[in-house]
């Protein structure tokens, strides 16, 4: 894997932020098997199933929740997963180098949802490569991703292996 740093020289137009649904689901995908391949550890409870985008007439609330809602067998302790894939960071509009991977109203709807549910929430981040094997990997607490657009210093701080199976350890996904 090279240094995220290094990653930082290829900055891409803002247009390829928001990168197209099926490649989100293909993320959403691989996330979920770095959960099921690990045997009887992780259950997926939840899983949004996106249905607003089939039926375009009508607002789906499910769909409004984070991707995935994943109980850690042993203890019975239940998280949520918000899974987002991206091509390359962009320099804002004060022209820093930021990924965005999000917008405030869902920031707070992932809130509430942790909130009524008593659960923490992650944002799984997969950035550059290809969605089912992304370059990069961040497990990012909702609590750490405050803001739509991330600096790279939260991102660094949140890096994991892309093709590591995750583990749940006092109540953290790494």
């Given at each position: 894997m090279k240094p995220f740093i290094d990653f930082l020289k290829f900055l891409?137009?803002?247009?390829?932020?928001?990168?197209?649904?099926?490649?989100?689901?293909?993320?959403?995908?691989?996330?979920?098997?770095?959960f099921t391949d690990q045997g009887n550890y992780f259950s997926i409870l939840e899983w949004t199933p996106d249905n607003s985008i089939k039926h375009k007439n009508f607002r789906v609330e499910s769909n409004q929740n984070p991707d995935l809602v994943i109980q850690y067998n042993?203890?019975?302790?239940?998280?949520?997963v918000e899974c987002k894939f991206r091509s390359g960071?962009?320099?804002?509009?004060?022209?820093?180098?930021?990924?965005?991977?999000?917008?405030?109203?869902?920031?707070?709807?992932?809130?509430?949802?942790?909130?009524?549910?008593?659960?923490?929430v992650f944002i799984v981040i997969g950035l550059g490569g290809e969605p089912d094997e992304p370059e990069y990997m961040f497990c990012i607490p909702l609590e750490?991703?405050?803001?739509?657009?991330?600096?790279?210093?939260?991102?660094?701080?949140?890096?994991?292996?892309?093709?590591?199976?995750?583990?749940?350890?006092?109540?953290?996904l790494h």
């Open positions: 891409f137009d803002q247009n390829d932020v928001n990168d197209d649904l099926e490649t989100g689901h293909e993320f959403e995908q691989y996330v979920a098997e770095l042993p203890t019975k302790e239940k998280f949520a960071l962009y320099k804002n509009k004060m022209n820093q180098v930021v990924l965005k991977w999000s917008y405030s109203e869902q920031i707070k709807r992932y809130k509430q949802f942790s909130q009524e549910r008593k659960i923490p750490e991703a405050k803001y739509p657009e991330l600096f790279t210093s939260i991102l660094e701080k949140f890096e994991r292996p892309s093709d590591r199976n995750f583990f749940w350890k006092n109540r953290k």
